[in-house]
């Protein structure tokens, strides 16, 4: 069995306390039934490789943790509603059967050994500007170029929590708190980043 990455083992600790068995348990069925995957960190949570292509991921929220399997079939979109097909998990009663997730493991690893493509979501349509946040943002050079230069899905966090407010006072407020963090140069989530 490869040596497990002390960065993984890190995250385990800082993740809450309801978290830590289900990240755990998730690791020890991957090991179990890919005895020769790696794990890394991809995108600031655990991954697993297999023969260096993602197999799966597993990520720790304030209220659930989630687990991703990547290559996988097509067809297989499963529970969803937590970032992971297999939905929230907020216990370790909450993961799939022992035997079920082992043999999507190995069918997953059997498509990566075959030169499956990895499922790529497609893009989301883009979100259109309210324009009062765009009216803010031309007022605001240094917070147009830092929103500008993000990423599409940084953009959509940004038109969506400010598209959701259901009252014009919300939105009015989303809008100037999104401008203050724009200039900063910060993204929508930047509580949550890890530095």
């Known amino acids: 069995?490869?040596?497990?990455?002390?960065?993984?083992?890190?995250?385990?600790?800082?993740a809450a306390a309801f978290a830590q068995p289900i990240l755990r348990e998730i690791r020890q069925r991957v090991h179990a039934a890919c005895p020769g995957v790696e794990e890394a960190i991809r995108w600031g949570m655990p991954a697993f490789l297999h023969r260096g292509r993602l197999l799966c991921g597993m990520a720790a929220f304030k209220a659930h943790a989630a687990l991703n399997l990547w290559a996988r079939d097509a067809g297989d979109s499963g529970a969803?509603?937590?970032?992971?097909?297999?939905?929230?998990?907020?216990?370790?009663?909450?993961?799939?059967?022992?035997?079920?997730?082992?043999?999507?493991?190995?069918?997953?690893?059997?498509?990566?050994?075959g030169g499956a493509p990895v499922l790529k979501r497609a893009p989301r349509p883009p979100l259109p500007m309210l324009p009062a946040f765009a009216q803010a943002l031309a007022a605001a050079p240094q917070a147009r170029a830092t929103f500008d230069g993000l990423a599409?899905?940084?953009?959509?966090?940004?038109?969506?929590?400010?598209?959701?407010?259901?009252?014009?006072?919300?939105?009015?407020?989303?809008?100037?708190?999104?401008?203050?963090?724009?200039?900063?140069?910060k993204r929508r989530h930047w509580k949550h980043e890890r530095h």
């Open 80 to 113: 969803g509603g937590g970032m992971g097909q297999y939905g929230r998990l907020r216990s370790v009663a909450d993961l799939p059967a022992r035997r079920g997730f082992a043999a999507q493991l190995r069918q997953a690893m059997q498509r990566i050994e």
């Open 152 to 185: 599409p899905g940084a953009r959509r966090d940004y038109l969506e929590w400010i598209g959701q407010a259901r009252r014009e006072t919300t939105r009015q407020q989303r809008i100037a708190q999104a401008i203050e963090w724009l200039a900063q140069g």
């Open 1 to 14: 069995m490869p040596t497990p990455d002390p960065r993984v083992d890190a995250y385990i600790a800082r």
